[in-house]
């Protein structure tokens, strides 16, 4: 009898041990994967990288496994390329212009896709009390603008397009966060700049600023962009951060009214203000032909204007990773390779 008890009593014990490892088991199985870390250099000031402020709000990294750190911390696209180039940053964002130096620099980088396009992103804004009224003004006046930027190369497709000078203009290097007061305190007679820079300077002006823009003469291509090193060693999180982007996309397609509201928190506008500037932009994931089109086209201006010492154009398809794009969403690759 004894003996039958204890027989019991080590079968309950041997299934109810059996029963606690099974939803031990199950448990671990539901345990969400851990989430992959990813550093992201981002210049925290540019509208048609908004898909990125999107993806981090609305959780879209996460859902692709990645846990996104994004900083600003390095200011621009030339400082975020460097950051991910000496293994800072794993990921950056950065208009052309730094990608063409690049080229130019022989630095090696992938530009995994363009995350977004602008048109009428730039502007000059001149001082009306400084005698300006057209663009042949500038004629002899100094203009605040940040050498070597997508800024100067918007300004010297600009000026030729629109007007003739009879003297040339007097360019002083300022720097994206002096333009605003460096204009306002007349130590300049006009800048030229992205926005919201140049409508900041616009406001600060008032009715004594005059705006120019430049119907179909730059449009800026955002980019996100990672190092050679990181895309051989880990194909699988370039694919999951562009699954991120596009889901991003979709978004934006489908709740342009909360895109909206998102944009106008970012850039600090007005409703006025956000309809007006919110259409100047193209929100999606691609890679164009176009883009390697504006990347010779600025790498002729800069040897021609002696910002490089290099004669040799680049192949910039060299600097474009494909194979990811076109694994996730081959539609949106039109690269001719």
């Not at 402020?53 to 692709?64: L, M, N, S, V």
């Not at 460097?82 to 730094?98: H, K, N, Q």
């Not at 009428?120 to 070597?148: E, F, Q, S, Y």
Request: charged share 20%; aromatic share 8%; glycine share 6%.
């Amino acid at each position: 009898m004894k003996s039958i008890h204890l027989t019991i009593i080590a079968t309950l014990v041997a299934s109810t041990l059996i029963l606690l490892w099974h939803q031990s088991g199950l448990q671990e199985a539901k345990r969400p994967a851990e989430l992959i870390p990813v550093r992201i250099a981002d210049t925290g000031t540019s509208p048609p990288g908004l898909l990125l402020t999107i993806a981090k709000q609305r959780g879209f990294f996460e859902a692709e496994g990645l846990r996104a750190v994004i900083t600003t911390e390095f200011g621009h696209g030339k400082a975020n390329i460097a950051a991910v180039l000496r293994g800072d940053a794993d990921f950056a964002t950065a208009s052309e212009v730094p990608v063409m130096r690049a080229g130019l620099n022989g630095l090696d980088l992938c530009v995994i896709a363009t995350i977004g396009k602008g048109d009428r992103h730039m502007a000059v804004v001149a001082r009306r009390d400084h005698g300006i009224a057209t663009l042949a003004d500038l004629a002899n006046k100094t203009l605040g603008v940040t050498v070597g930027s997508n800024a100067e190369y918007f300004f010297d497709r600009l000026l030729p397009a629109n007007a003739k000078l009879s003297n040339p203009v007097r360019k002083v290097h300022t720097l994206p966060k002096d333009m605003v007061k460096t204009l306002a305190r007349g130590d300049v007679d006009a800048v030229v700049s992205w926005f919201p820079a140049w409508k900041h300077a616009q406001d600060e002006l008032g009715d004594n600023a005059l705006v120019f823009h430049g119907s179909g003469v730059y449009s800026v291509y955002f980019n996100l962009i990672s190092s050679v090193e990181l895309v051989k060693r880990n194909p699988e999180m370039v694919k999951r951060m562009l699954r991120a982007f596009i889901r991003a996309e979709r978004y934006v397609a489908d709740h342009q009214q909360q895109a909206k509201a998102t944009f106008m928190t970012q850039f600090h506008l007005n409703a006025a203000v956000t309809d007006e500037v919110f259409a100047n932009y193209t929100l999606r994931i691609w890679l164009g032909q176009e883009f390697l089109i504006a990347l010779e086209s600025q790498a002729k201006w800069a040897m021609d204007s002696g910002i490089t010492k290099q004669t040799q154009m680049p192949n910039y398809l060299n600097l474009v990773h494909l194979n990811a794009l076109e694994q996730v969403s081959p539609e949106a690759v039109s690269i001719i390779h």
